[in-house]
Structure formats: structure tokens, C-alpha cells
Nanobody, 128 residues
Framework: QLRLVESGGGLVQSGGSLRLSCAAS??????VGWFRQAPGKEREAVSY????????????GYADSVKGRFTISRDNFKNTVYLQMNRLKTEDTGVYYC???????????????????WGQGTQVAVSS
């Protein structure tokens, strides 16, 4: 059983930055995605990064709304995946969840289906 622990959330002004972390023992074998849920809205995919098992190298994906502002990365020595969030906007407010998958999926990892494990979430609040 993989236990994901998110950290790094908080309150920041619009235009500011935060870095979220998702840590778990053995995480280097998993594709990791970040999702978020704003108040009153459905949970949506933000970004993902593939595992070291992909022979094409790490692949990443981003939602259109965060491209150019957010960067996902991983440190396999630390079993941690990061989401660097820059130029934050009020619409980035929500609970951010990391999720992990060790199931090969031929489609895009920007949906919830492939993910088997979820963290508890970390709150991000961006004020105007």
C-alpha cells in the first residue's frame, strides 16, 4: 500500500509562488499526477509525470490553464514529486491532491482512471 503525503500548500497573494511536494516510499516506480478541486467544482487534473520505467524518459503533461506557470518534477532519491507553481492566480485556489499509478495506461494520464493511490490533499489559497 502506497501512502502519499502532500505538503507545501498555504496562502499566497496573486502572482506569488508555492511548491507542493508529494512523498512516499517507493514512489519512483509510479506515475504521479497532481489534481485539484476548487470549492463547488469537480476535481480536475493539473499535471503528471511518468516514472523511470518509461523507456522514453520522463514525460510530463499539463492542463492548459497552468502551462507556462507550473512545473512538475521528481527526485527519485528522495521519493518525492514536486509541483512548482509560479504566477499564481485566484482561480488556482483549491485542494491539491497527488495521485500515483503503477499501471501502464496507453492514454493520457490527465484523468483519474489510471490512478490507484491518492493523498489527503493540501490546501492552496490565492488571494487577490
Amino acid at each position: 500500500q502506497l501512502r502519499l503525503v502532500e505538503s507545501g500548500g498555504g496562502l499566497v497573494q496573486s502572482g506569488g509562488s508555492l511548491r507542493l511536494s508529494c512523498a512516499a516510499s517507493g514512489l519512483d516506480d509510479y506515475v504521479v499526477g497532481w489534481f485539484r478541486q476548487a470549492p463547488g467544482k469537480e476535481r480536475e487534473a493539473v499535471s503528471y509525470i511518468t516514472s523511470s520505467g518509461f523507456n522514453t524518459g520522463f514525460k510530463t503533461g499539463y492542463a492548459d490553464s497552468v502551462k507556462g506557470r507550473f512545473t512538475i518534477s521528481r527526485d527519485n532519491f528522495k521519493n518525492t514529486v514536486y509541483l512548482q507553481m509560479n504566477r499564481l492566480k485566484t482561480e488556482d485556489t483549491g485542494v491539491y491532491y497527488c495521485a500515483a499509478s503503477n499501471t501502464y495506461y496507453s492514454g493520457d494520464y490527465m484523468i483519474e482512471l489510471p490512478y490507484d493511490y491518492w493523498g489527503q490533499g493540501t490546501q492552496v489559497a490565492v488571494s487577490s
